[in-house]
């Protein structure tokens, strides 16, 4: 089967340092995911960090910094950071943080933002 892709975007709101989204993710197998940001995290030299939990509050990928989430060398599949997890059609959640609220850090002023791509293979 081919594998599909879904995306969650994230960006921080002005005069906040996190943002959390919860979302379900269809019954299936998710070998890879991978984040993009708006480069933000060059541009101010801050901190980023991204978590994921599932629905029972459990870490799954601890909060760490972006750049552990981001593509390495290899191939499409390969270059992305392992998951190897079972669904089930549970709901999950990201948490996306920084050490304080870039949108007042000058001269940058822009919001942090990330989208988030799970790569999955439904089943039955």
């Not at 002005?14 to 480069?39: C, D, H, M, W």
């Not at 978590?51 to 909060?63: F, K, W």
Request: charged share 20%; no cysteine.
């Amino acid at each position: 089967m081919e594998p599909k892709q879904y995306t969650v975007d994230l960006t921080i709101p002005e005069n906040q340092s996190s943002i959390s989204k919860e979302f379900i993710l269809e019954k299936g197998f998710v070998p890879r995911v991978v984040a993009y940001t708006n480069g933000i995290e060059n541009a101010t030299k801050e901190m980023l960090q991204l978590a994921l939990y599932d629905n029972n509050g459990v870490e799954i990928i601890p909060a760490v910094n972006i750049k552990n989430w981001e593509q390495k060398s290899g191939s499409y599949m390969e270059s992305m950071k392992p998951l190897g997890i079972e669904t089930q059609g549970r709901q999950y959640k990201l948490v996306f943080t920084t050490d304080r609220n870039l949108a007042q850090v000058p001269p940058i002023a822009i919001l942090p933002k990330v989208q988030v791509v799970f790569i999955y293979s439904k089943t039955n």
